[in-house]
């Protein structure tokens, strides 16, 4: 039996709300003006949400990308013997002992 590997979407990254519109358009010129900025380093979009009965409110998002976004590796540390102030993870020869 060959066993099917699931498909598990990657967990993405959290957007922040940057504003809340009444109009489209309003929201669109935000998102633009954001997009326009000398150190563009921001995913933007625009997100319509219904409120209450037949009403709309719209909301610029924004997220640093992912070019920018550091991370966190695991760096490798040796530990040193307190004793000898040696690393722990040398061997010693069969010889020896």
Do not use: C
Request: proline content about 3%; charged content about 45%.
């Amino acid at each position: 039996m060959e066993e099917q590997k699931q498909n598990i979407p990657k967990k993405s990254r959290p957007w922040d709300v940057n504003g809340r519109f009444e109009t489209f358009d309003e929201a669109d010129s935000r998102r633009k003006d954001l997009l326009k900025s000398e150190n563009n380093r921001h995913d933007v979009k625009v997100r319509r949400l219904h409120v209450g009965d037949r009403n709309w409110a719209f909301f610029v998002k924004t997220r640093l990308r992912e070019e920018f976004v550091r991370k966190n590796e695991k760096k490798k540390v040796r530990r040193k013997n307190r004793k000898s102030g040696k690393p722990t993870n040398q061997r010693k020869d069969a010889s020896q002992t």
